[in-house]
Nanobody, 120 residues
Framework: QVQLVESGGSLVQPGGSLRLSCAAS????????MGWYRQAPGKQRELVAE???????NYADSVKGRFTISRDNAKNTMYLRMNSLKPEDTAVYYC??????????????WGQGTQVTVSS
């Protein structure tokens, strides 16, 4: 069994910063791609940023230059540094990971989400 747990969501003023974390635990052999998604009320879930096991990254146009994704493979943890936050960044942020278990099974896992609210 694999679990992803996000943390770091909060209420922040426009222009502020936050760092989200996503920790994977369980019977893990390795983790391939990891990513952050978000879902605002009344909208579909969208990709925010993703990172490969080698460290290659990809960002949604709306967050380029403001958000930075990173991961620590030794800790099975992924981060999202968010700067210059805007009200439109308000959403529940979810982490996603493609995990290979010790038994060789590859599964796609989601965290429970963490709320980010940008408001004055």
């Amino acid at each position: 069994q694999v679990q992803l747990v996000e943390s770091g969501g909060s209420l922040v003023q426009p222009g502020g910063s936050l760092r989200l974390s996503c920790a994977a635990s369980g019977i893990i052999f390795s983790i391939n791609g990891m990513g952050w998604y978000r879902q605002a009320p009344g909208k579909q879930r969208e990709l925010v940023a993703e990172v490969t096991s080698e460290g290659s990254t990809n960002y949604a146009d709306s967050v380029k230059g403001r958000f930075t994704i990173s991961r620590d493979n030794a800790k099975n943890t992924m981060y999202l540094r968010m700067n210059s936050l805007k009200p439109e960044d308000t959403a529940v942020y979810y982490c996603n990971a493609a995990v290979i278990s010790l038994g060789g099974h590859t599964g796609d896992y989601w965290g429970q989400g963490t709320q980010v609210t940008v408001s004055s």
